[in-house]
C-alpha cells in the first residue's frame, strides 16, 4: 500500500535491484538448458519462437541488438512501412495487425506496429528472451550442434588488450540461425570446415521468397535455419525490403522442427 500523501508504494532502490537480479538469475539459470535456442530476433527468428513455444518447447532467443525485430521496425531505407505479398498477410491476420492493399497481392502495414504485435504474441507464447547477448561460438558434440556459446555484446566493444572475459555455453536440443545475411551459426561451421556457405545472391523478389521457404530446415545435425540465413546458406537471391518470405520461413522452420522432435502428431 502507498503511504499516505503518496501515489506509489514505498519501495527504494535496493528493494528495485533485489527483484531484477532475482528474477534475472532465476530466468538465466532456468534457460542454460532448453529446447530450442534461436540466435536472431527478427521476424524469422520471433515467429518461429513464437510456434515452437505455443507447443510447449521451451524456446529462448538470443539477440545481439538492445532491441528485438531487426529490420522489421523501420522497412526499406528506413521508411517505417513494411510490405508483405500473398499470402504473408495471413500472418498479420493472425497477430491482429492492420494493413492496406497497394495492389493486387501486395499489402502495406506500419512497421512498429507489424513488429510490436510479433513481440508480444512470442512474449505472450511463452518465449524467453538473452538480449545483449552476441553467439560466439556452437557446442558441437557427436556430430551434432548441442548448444550455443555466447557473451555480452559489449566485450566486443572493449579494447582488445582487455578484453579476456570468458564466454559460457548454453544447452539445447536444436539450434536456429536466424541471424539474417550474416548466418553467423552456418559459417560458425564452416569456419570448422563441416559446411560449405556460398553467400546470398543479389535482389530478386520474385525468385526469393518462393526459395527460401522452400529451402528452410535443418542445414546439420541439429542447425536449422530461417529467413534471410537461408539466402547466404544456400546461395539465393536476396528479397529485398519485403517480409512474407521471412515469415512464411520462421513457420516453417517450426513446422520442421516439430516434426524431427515428433511434437503434435
Given at each position: 500500500?502507498?503511504?499516505?500523501g503518496?501515489?506509489f ?10 527483484a ?8 538465466f ?5 532448453s ?5 536472431g530476433?527478427?521476424?524469422s ?7 515452437l513455444?505455443r507447443?510447449g ?5 538470443v539477440e545481439?541488438n538492445?532491441?528485438?525485430?531487426g529490420?522489421?521496425?523501420?522497412g526499406?531505407y528506413l ?12 500472418v ?9 492493399k497497394?495492389?493486387?497481392?501486395l ?6 506496429h507489424?513488429?510490436?504485435k510479433l ?11 538473452a ?19 555466447v ?17 559460457i555455453?548454453l544447452e539445447?536440443k ?8 550474416d548466418?553467423?551459426?552456418v ?11 556460398p553467400g546470398?545472391?543479389?535482389m530478386?523478389?520474385?525468385?526469393s ?5 522452400e529451402?528452410?530446415?535443418?542445414v546439420?545435425?541439429?542447425l ?6 537461408v ?10 525490403p ?5 515469415l512464411?520461413?520462421g513457420k ?7 516434426e ?5 502428431r
Open positions: 500500500m502507498a503511504q499516505e503518496r501515489l508504494a514505498p519501495v527504494g532502490e535496493k528493494e528495485i535491484t533485489r531484477i537480479v532475482n528474477t534475472f538469475a532465476k530466468q539459470v532456468e534457460y542454460v538448458e529446447d530450442c535456442i534461436i540466435v530476433a527478427g521476424p527468428g520471433l515467429i518461429a519462437g513464437r510456434d513455444a507447443q518447447l521451451k524456446t529462448l532467443i545481439r538492445n532491441y528485438l525485430g529490420g522489421f521496425w523501420i526499406g521508411l517505417n512501412k513494411v510490405t508483405f505479398r500473398a499470402p504473408g498477410e495471413k498479420l491476420d493472425e497477430i491482429g495487425v492492420p494493413y492496406e497497394a495492389q493486387e497481392g499489402f502495406v502495414a506500419d512497421g512498429p507489424a513488429c510490436s513481440i508480444a504474441s512470442a512474449c505472450d507464447a511463452g518465449v524467453k528472451f538480449n545483449m547477448t552476441i553467439f560466439d561460438d556452437v557446442v558441437l558434440r557427436d556430430n551434432r550442434v548441442q548448444g550455443v556459446v557473451n555480452w555484446t559489449p566485450v566486443r566493444a572493449l579494447p582488445r588488450e582487455i578484453t579476456c572475459v570468458d564466454p555455453a539445447t536444436i539450434v536456429v540461425d536466424a541471424t539474417g545475411h548466418a553467423l551459426v559459417k560458425m561451421l564452416e569456419s570448422k570446415g563441416l559446411l560449405k556457405v546470398h545472391g543479389s530478386w523478389v520474385e525468385a521468397e518462393d526459395l527460401v521457404v529451402h528452410t530446415g535443418e546439420y545435425p541439429g536449422f535455419v530461417c529467413g534471410m540465413s539466402t547466404t546458406t544456400y546461395g539465393i537471391p536476396r528479397m529485398g519485403t517480409f512474407s518470405g521471412m512464411l520461413s516453417r522452420v517450426a513446422e520442421t522442427i516439430l524431427s522432435l515428433k511434437i503434435g
